[in-house]
T-cell receptor, first 115, second 114 residues
Framework: AQTVTQSQPEMSVQEAETVTLSCTYD???????LFWYKQPPSRQMILVIR??????QNATENRFSVNFQKAAKSFSLKISDSQLGDTAMYFC????????????FGTGTRLQVTL | GAVVSQHPSRVICKSGTSVKIECRSL??????MFWYRQFPKQSLMLMAT?????????EQGVEKDKFLINHASLTLSTLTVTSAHPEDSSFYIC??????????FGQGTRLTVV
């Protein structure tokens, strides 16, 4: 079974600054996907970024980028130029290929962006 | 993009009654859907895998007789919480996949049992 660990329950960052959220995972599989989801107070799950394990290049989406270290099983999220709207819970998630998008989530990191 | 709609978004029911939650894939067919449960300030925990035309697969510790799942069509899965009790109060979220590479989530249902 896969496990996903987020060791930072809460983090705070000032507006316009950069913050990095940590995530590690454990799996014996070789073909999988990793995700970061944002859950604002509305509780709608919003996909922030996705990384395919077979790709060495780190995924980027505008102000969001990841540092994917496959050998270390590490998948951190960097948010640049933080905005007040980034305040939310962030979940790291793992998905084995071929499982119809069955996800295993980490415990989450609550990010607060302050003025 | 793929859209998953969940209904109702919020429901309050009396203890001992049953509540049905619907999860629909609006613009694609989903042979598999997933149901998650989220307690306040906690993560999403997978409850069960809903398979179109067959029985659902429940995660360990989830009571299949309490949480009835029906996936009668390629666009609809339902979760029925039977004989609900206050401890069943939670946030329930469904997801479905279009290409098996990304999950699309419903808006979630906040269930309160009084």
């Amino acid at each position: 079974a896969q496990t996903v660990t987020q060791s930072q329950p809460e983090m705070s960052v000032q507006e316009a600054e950069t913050v990095t959220l940590s995530c590690t995972y454990d799996t014996s599989e070789n073909n999988y996907y990793l995700f970061w989801y944002k859950q604002p107070p509305s509780r709608q799950m919003i996909l922030v970024i996705r990384q395919e394990a077979y790709k060495q290049q780190n995924a980027t989406e505008n102000r969001f980028s990841v540092n994917f270290q496959k050998a270390a099983k590490s998948f951190s999220l960097k948010i640049s130029d933080s905005q007040l709207g980034d305040t939310a819970m962030y979940f790291c998630a793992f998905m084995n290929a071929g499982t119809a998008s069955k996800l295993t989530f980490g415990t989450g990191t609550r990010l607060q962006v302050t003025l | 993009g793929a859209v998953v709609s969940q209904h109702p978004s919020r429901v309050i029911c009396k203890s001992g009654t049953s509540v049905k939650i619907e999860c629909r894939s609006l613009d694609f067919q989903a042979t598999t859907m997933f149901w998650y449960r989220q307690f306040p300030k906690q993560s999403l925990m997978l409850m069960a895998t809903s398979n179109e035309g067959s029985k659902a697969t429940y995660e360990q510790g989830v009571e299949k007789d309490k949480f009835l799942i029906n996936h009668a069509s390629l666009t609809l899965s339902t979760l029925t919480v039977t004989s609900a009790h206050p401890e069943d109060s939670s946030f329930y979220i469904c997801s479905a996949s279009l290409y098996d590479t990304e999950a699309f989530f419903g808006q979630g249902t906040r269930l309160t049992v009084v």
